[in-house]
């Protein structure tokens, strides 16, 4: 009985065996086929040849892009001959407009933040009831490009004055600060023989904020930068649309004397994209026509250019709770950019 089994079921086990092989023939097969199509150069091992194909699907896919704007083009010229309106062209899908709406971001017929802006600790220097004046030292072990970083903050900041740390207590600083009328301080921070945070207190009772600095590029390292002037800057702040971003923009704007010099022509910018604030600092200078003319190389309807005569960093915001907000925040610290 058992034997006669083993025999009847030895053909159904056979076709079932085929029937898996053929199932695996077939995703080897869908395998090697996917394995052809996902073809790219890096898989390639011979650089030579690697760089060729990838210079090769490069060129590909401009000309394919090239293609398609012509086709693009030639439909919208061809929708203005029969006064039809063009074909609506696709956003690109990025990082920024695919955000969620931000519930704190601050709204202009919002009379709670006009009051509170009334009521703030900034609110006396930026009516220009009283004269900004910063006070600026260092950690106790500063670096060899602490100094340099710190007379380029000298030449940024209107009304600045250095003082060297020694061996004073932060709390001792801060009552000689008080006592002369200072309405902020800053302390550079360095490790490494780098400069990497900014701590900013707003005397005499806070806020203080953290910046966290990288990428410290000094004005004697950019090519072809300008000398700073003693002009008084214009303050140029954006997308500081939130409560904190609100905030941090009226403290740094206390910085800065309000009455800019617009002869100057001097700009200062802190520019905040995805929680990091960038910094430049230049100089913008107006151009004629004739000298437009006179320049083959400018480039048609530029009315003015900027030139960089100052550091780059980045700092991030980290944000405490009372009246410290830390700030650790990538931004660029470019210093003044002139001609």
């Known amino acids: ?3 006669k089994r083993k025999k009847e079921d030895a053909p159904e086990m056979a076709e079932d065996a085929d029937i898996d092989d053929g199932g695996c023939r077939d995703r080897r097969n869908r395998q ?29 896919k401009k000309l394919e892009k090239r293609k398609t704007k012509k086709a693009r083009e030639a439909a919208d010229k061809q929708a203005l001959e029969l006064g039809e309106e063009p074909p609506q ?40 009831e009283r004269a900004p004046k910063i006070l600026i030292t260092t950690c106790r072990f500063h670096s060899t490009r602490g ?47 780098e400069p990497d945070a900014l701590l900013v207190t707003s005397l005499p009772s806070g806020p203080t904020a953290h910046f966290k600095l990288s990428k410290l590029v000094l004005r004697k390292e950019i090519k072809n930068h300008g000398n700073p002037t003693g002009h008084v800057p214009e303050l140029v702040l954006n997308n500081f649309t939130t409560r904190l971003g609100h905030r941090v923009g009226r403290m740094i704007q206390s910085l800065f004397p309000q009455n800019p010099d617009f002869r100057g022509r001097r700009v200062v910018t802190f520019h ?27 480039k048609k309807g530029k009315d003015a250019e900027d030139k960089s005569t ?24 470019a210093l003044v950019s002139e001609a």
Request: charged share 30%; glycine share 2%; aromatic share 8%.
């Open 1 to 3: 009985m058992g034997a």
């Open 32 to 60: 090697k086929v996917e394995k052809k199509e996902e073809f790219r150069p890096s898989m390639i091992k011979n650089k030579e040849k690697r760089s060729a194909a990838h210079a090769k699907l490069k060129h590909q």
């Open 89 to 128: 062209r696709s956003v690109p899908r990025t990082i920024e407009n695919t955000r969620e709406a931000d519930e704190t971001v601050c709204k202009p017929d919002d009379a709670e933040l006009f009051v509170a802006n009334d009521a703030d600790e900034f609110s006396s220097i930026l009516r220009r």
């Open 147 to 193: 100094p340099a970083f710190i007379s380029e903050l000298l030449t940024v900041i209107p009304n600045a004055h250095y003082y060297k740390r020694g061996t004073y207590d932060l709390k001792k600083i801060v009552e000689y600060a008080t006592k002369e009328d200072f309405t902020t301080l800053i302390v550079v921070h360095t490790s490494r023989r």
């Open 272 to 298: 905040n994209q995805r929680d990091y604030i960038f910094f430049r600092h230049h100089r913008y200078i107006f151009e004629t026509k004739e000298s437009k003319q006179q320049d083959p190389k400018s």
């Open 310 to 333: 100052g550091q780059q960093v980045i700092a991030r915001l980290q944000v405490g709770i009372g009246l410290v907000i830390s700030v650790s925040c990538i931004f660029p610290l």
